[in-house]
């Protein structure tokens, strides 16, 4: 119903030059200056509602490959080679390059389907445009050394974005040496052995500086499952013997710190002598389970209930077992000095369903500090609250996290409703939720056309997390947040007829310039797709 009282929402201008104006004179839409401290400037980012990746180019026409991501400053492109033994580094030079090529396209999209002469050199050119290979490293072999295949789910930059740290994998067919079982008794012995190598590439050089080598192991590598990094201090979490080894970089070399699991550290493991005496497959309490074990005894004590402290110390009681059995499955550093880690129950233990346990634990002082289960709340609002802690990554340019629940009002707005949706409550939405944690590292991406307060889109289409998501057979629209008129969309290739669950497709966007990329995969080929900022495009409503 119409209220004559009401005051009319105002719809700011979305000129280019408004915009540029807002930028330049350091004053926010609202009229309040910008302090020059600020690590958040409001109308940088309305810029981009201007400079927009308006049109859609698909099935370009590249080299054979596996387009990874762009370099944290948005001057290389990083892919895989087609036998995954080789690095590509391409230089970017820029949308401006392309410009030329496309100037007098005013639809949204150039099609697969469209064969004419000129969407055809379009789709042939664009890429030469954008592109052109610097250098090629080949990770093939040494002299007493086989590296096997890169992985190419994993990449991980250092020094923002100068290093970058790779990964190599072969299978292993030897037997687990009895000294790895001797040195690491609580050992995980239901997963395939393999040998890894990480290198350190730097990009400035275009070669491999350090190398480190793991062999006769398991780490989970696929998105950075079992690797995460902090500043310099980087943690890789071996599913196989139990233990978190901290590595540093220093002045581009790869300094081994120190091993926690077993003992707290290298200095007690040398305190500690290893019985000569035969495996009888008894896990005997390794330093962060006896420390977790103490954390929990001591909090049941510390509870001024007796009902309720009794009736804690009876579950403590019946699940012992599980503590002893439990395995670490995922880690990640919240800072140098502190760990988050997930315990899982292992798989033999049918009797216990769905088990978590989240330890913060501080390398420091070998202590733990808080121990969670799956169903806390209180761990679900620490999420909430702090979930720019946990995702720890930031723009390059501008300082910018990406959109999260602390730091956007429509994000957290968004997560209140999630909750308040879930059936069984707040503790039954603490289970669905808590497991996304811990957060691998650079996993991600701050693109500013992802900003909450600026656009509207369906998460479960595109979002800020790296990770595939399912093609839609509808374009992904983008709105403005504040006058909800269609800004761009996103056309994915259809023309191929699949069952819903074959249909995958990555977005891998530019830290700052109006052009994304996004790779399907339809059966065993890929389909290569450039969204990028056309002048002449018009935008129908």
Request: with cysteine; net charge positive.
């Amino acid at each position: 119903m119409w209220n004559p009282y009401k005051i009319p929402t105002r719809k700011y201008s979305q000129n280019l030059q408004h915009h540029l104006t807002d930028r330049e004179s350091g004053y926010k839409r609202r009229h309040i200056r910008s302090t020059p401290c600020s690590d958040y400037l409001y109308f940088e980012r309305e810029f981009h509602k201007s400079i927009l990746p308006n049109l859609t180019i698909q099935n370009v026409d590249r080299p054979l490959g596996f387009i990874r991501k762009f370099s944290p400053n948005g001057k290389l492109l990083l892919s895989f080679s087609n036998d995954k033994r080789s690095l590509e580094v391409w230089k970017y030079a820029g949308v401006g390059h392309a410009a030329e090529l496309f100037k007098n396209e005013q639809g949204e999209c150039i099609t697969a389907a469209d064969q004419s002469l000129e969407s055809l050199r379009i789709r042939q050119e664009v890429f030469k445009r954008l592109f052109t290979l610097r250098s090629r490293i080949h990770f093939g072999s040494s002299v007493t050394h086989t590296y096997g295949q890169l992985n190419r789910e994993f990449s991980i930059f250092l020094e923002n974005g100068r290093y970058v740290l790779l990964a190599a994998v072969t299978s292993s067919h030897d037997e687990l040496p009895f000294r790895i079982i001797f040195t690491y008794p609580d050992i995980y012995p239901d997963c395939s052995l393999c040998n890894y190598t990480f290198f350190l590439v730097d990009l400035e050089k275009d070669c491999v500086v350090d190398t480190l080598l793991y062999n006769k192991d398991h780490i989970m590598l696929s998105h950075h499952h079992g690797v995460s990094v902090y500043n310099h201090t980087i943690a890789i979490l071996s599913k196989l013997r139990q233990c978190i080894e901290v590595v540093e970089l220093v002045n581009g070399k790869l300094v081994r710190l120190q091993t926690i699991g077993p003992f707290a550290n290298d200095m007690d493991e040398a305190r500690v002598p290893i019985p000569d005496c035969v495996y009888m497959g008894a896990l005997p309490l390794t330093h962060l389970k006896q420390r977790i074990l103490a954390h929990i005894y001591t909090n049941i004590f510390k509870i001024e209930s007796a009902h309720l402290r009794k009736r804690k110390l009876l579950e403590f009681y019946k699940f012992f077992q599980t503590y002893e059995d439990m395995v670490i499955l995922k880690m990640q550093l919240l800072d140098v000095d502190h760990l988050l880690i997930r315990y899982e129950k292992r798989p033999r233990n049918v009797n216990v369903q769905d088990f978590k346990l989240y330890v913060f634990y501080c390398i420091s002082k070998c202590a733990v500090m808080r121990v969670f289960s799956r169903s806390s709340i209180e761990l679900l609002y620490l999420l909430r609250n702090f979930c720019d802690n946990f995702r720890n990554v930031r723009s390059l340019q501008s300082l910018d996290s990406s959109s999260s629940s602390s730091n956007n009002a429509y994000y957290r707005a968004a997560f209140n409703n999630a909750i308040a949706s879930v059936n069984g409550g707040v503790a039954e939405a603490a289970m669905r939720f808590n497991p996304t944690l811990p957060i691998s590292s650079q996993s991600f991406s701050t693109a500013q056309y992802l900003d909450y307060n600026l656009f509207c889109y369906d998460d479960q289409l595109i979002s800020a997390l790296e990770r595939p998501k399912l093609c839609s057979r509808e374009p992904i629209r983008f709105t403005d947040r504040d006058t909800n008129i269609t800004k761009f969309r996103l056309f994915l290739e259809t023309s191929v007829d699949l069952r819903p669950n074959h249909q995958l497709v990555t977005f891998i966007f530019h830290p700052f310039e109006p052009f994304i990329i996004s790779v399907q995969k339809l059966y065993t080929r890929y389909v290569t797709n450039f969204h990028i900022y056309n002048q002449s495009t018009i935008v129908t409503q």
